[in-house]
């Protein structure tokens, strides 16, 4: 049986959220709402891919977490366009963003078999627990500074990718029975997920005021936001490339956490790699934590930062996740 949770957080928007919810940071503000407009179309394409699996599991456990997994990521859709339908309310244009990114993820379901799909599924959901992990853990730069409601969403979104960490590669053994099969996907799956970003970076480009952005969306494009990143490392690339008054999105995240952190995607994508087996962050526990108690999860991260302690003991790892 999974242990996994359906969590229906009650997330509210409306006209007074700003697309910029991040100024202090408005690089990485500008990344986290691409990752929301990729979530909802990869989430919708996770959930029919994983329908599609189901009658073929054959282990009861496995498929309980297969049935866990795509409503946790059913979840994060939802809340996802809740978010973006504020936006949309403001950037009418921002809707035809969103429907192009549904229409690659529906091409690519037409186009491959079920084993290509868990495939992709899993070398992404692979990469989200250093991804994300190195995000939580640097909490004070990447999102408390931010609007609490968005801060707050991305925050639980990034949290249960975390406690769900295994739940593709369960799903992806009980279909295919060949580890390296996985590996060989992972490099037209990172291309398509790329894609997909740079399309919502264009819509992003084309449909919200700069005014309204601070940044423009080719400081957050793929080869561009790793250059910034070792720009403000380096101090003759810093000379060389001045931030223009914004930090690169990283940029006080320390090295050493960004290089980690950039080994954990490559190591990710071993044919042994267990993504289950996982460091998780402190951050992770103190949400559970409160969710348990009952706080108002929909405000806990972000400015004002409610009081409530990111580290009190709390296990990050919940039995058989």
């Known amino acids: 049986m999974t242990d996994l949770q359906i969590r229906r957080i009650p997330f509210s928007f409306d006209e007074s959220v700003p697309f910029q919810w991040n100024p202090a940071n408005p690089c990485f503000g500008l990344v986290a709402n691409a990752i929301g407009v990729l979530a909802i179309a990869f989430e919708k394409y996770i959930v029919a891919v994983t329908r599609d699996a189901l009658p073929q599991l054959r282990d009861p456990e496995a498929a309980a977490e297969a049935d866990a997994f795509l409503r946790q990521e059913a979840q994060h859709a939802r809340a996802h366009r809740t978010h973006l339908a504020a936006l949309v309310g403001r950037y009418p244009g921002l809707s035809t963003t969103v429907a192009a990114a549904h229409?690659?993820?529906?091409?690519?379901?037409?186009?491959?078999?079920?084993?290509?799909?868990?495939?992709?599924?899993?070398?992404?959901?692979?990469?989200?627990?250093?991804?994300?992990?190195?995000?939580?853990?640097?909490?004070?730069?990447?999102?408390?500074?931010?609007?609490?409601?968005?801060?707050?969403?991305?925050?639980?979104?990034?949290?249960?990718?975390?406690?769900?960490?295994?739940?593709?590669?369960?799903?992806?053994?009980?279909?295919?029975?060949?580890?390296?099969?996985?590996t060989r996907v992972a490099?037209?799956?990172?291309?398509?997920?790329?894609?997909?970003?740079?399309?919502?970076?264009?819509?992003?480009?084309?449909?919200?005021?700069?005014?309204?952005?601070?940044?423009?969306?080719?400081?957050?494009?793929?080869?561009?936001?790793?250059?910034?990143?070792?720009?403000?490392?380096?101090?003759?690339?810093?000379?060389?490339?001045?931030?223009?008054?914004?930090?690169?999105?990283?940029?006080?995240?320390?090295?050493?956490?960004?290089?980690?952190?950039?080994?954990?995607?490559?190591?990710?994508?071993?044919?042994?790699?267990?993504?289950?087996?996982?460091?998780?962050?402190?951050?992770?526990?103190?949400?559970?934590?409160?969710?348990?108690?009952?706080?108002d999860m929909t405000r806990f991260e972000g400015s004002p930062l409610p009081a409530f302690p990111v580290d009190n003991g709390y296990p990050a790892t919940r039995p058989g996740a």
Do not use: C
Not at 130 to 137: G, S, T, V
Not at 226 to 250: N, S, T, V
């Open 103 to 182: 229409s690659r993820y529906d091409a690519l379901r037409e186009k491959e078999p079920l084993a290509f799909h868990v495939a992709y599924i899993a070398a992404l959901e692979a990469t989200f627990t250093p991804l994300f992990r190195m995000m939580l853990e640097n909490r004070e730069s990447l999102f408390t500074p931010g609007e609490s409601r968005v801060a707050s969403l991305f925050v639980w979104h990034f949290v249960e990718e975390i406690e769900h960490r295994g739940s593709a590669l369960v799903i992806y053994d009980g279909i295919v029975d060949n580890p390296r099969y996985r």
């Open 187 to 295: 490099r037209r799956a990172f291309s398509h997920a790329v894609d997909v970003y740079r399309l919502i970076l264009d819509g992003f480009e084309e449909h919200v005021p700069l005014a309204d952005r601070l940044v423009p969306t080719s400081l957050v494009a793929p080869r561009a936001m790793w250059l910034r990143e070792m720009a403000a490392r380096l101090p003759l690339l810093r000379h060389r490339r001045p931030a223009g008054g914004y930090p690169a999105a990283f940029q006080a995240v320390p090295t050493g956490e960004l290089l980690a952190s950039f080994v954990g995607l490559l190591r990710s994508q071993s044919p042994r790699h267990r993504p289950a087996g996982e460091r998780l962050p402190a951050l992770a526990g103190s949400w559970f934590a409160a969710y348990d108690q009952g706080v």
